[in-house]
């Protein structure tokens, strides 16, 4: 009968089992999220531990510009061996 307009005793108590569901999985997600940032806070670290995180953090980053910088150095050596090669096969071509 909900279909065409009128309501029901049927539809109304279908009605609340959905709200009802609905709210339950809402409670089990917040336990959910609880207990995640319960679990995060008694993993709470020491100063010891979060210097060597940030340090481990910084190397990590020192070490990845050197590969960059690298990396640029060979590329200019490798556009400079180009111009010398098309330099030199056009002096053999004026030959």
């Known amino acids: 009968m909900d279909r065409k307009g009128n309501d029901s005793d049927r539809g109304a ?3 609340i089992v959905k709200e009802h569901n609905a709210t ?3 409670l089990r997600k917040y336990a959910t999220a609880k207990k995640q940032i319960r679990a995060e806070i008694e993993k709470s670290k020491t100063p010891e531990e979060i210097r060597a995180a940030r340090n481990q953090m910084y190397q990590q980053k020192t070490e990845s510009q050197a590969k960059i910088s690298q990396a640029e150095g060979l ?3 490798i556009h400079q061996l180009k111009d010398l090669a098309i330099n030199r096969t056009e002096l053999i071509r004026k030959l």
């Open 24 to 26: 339950v999985t809402d």
């Open 13 to 15: 108590i279908n009605r």
């Open 75 to 77: 590329l200019q050596k």
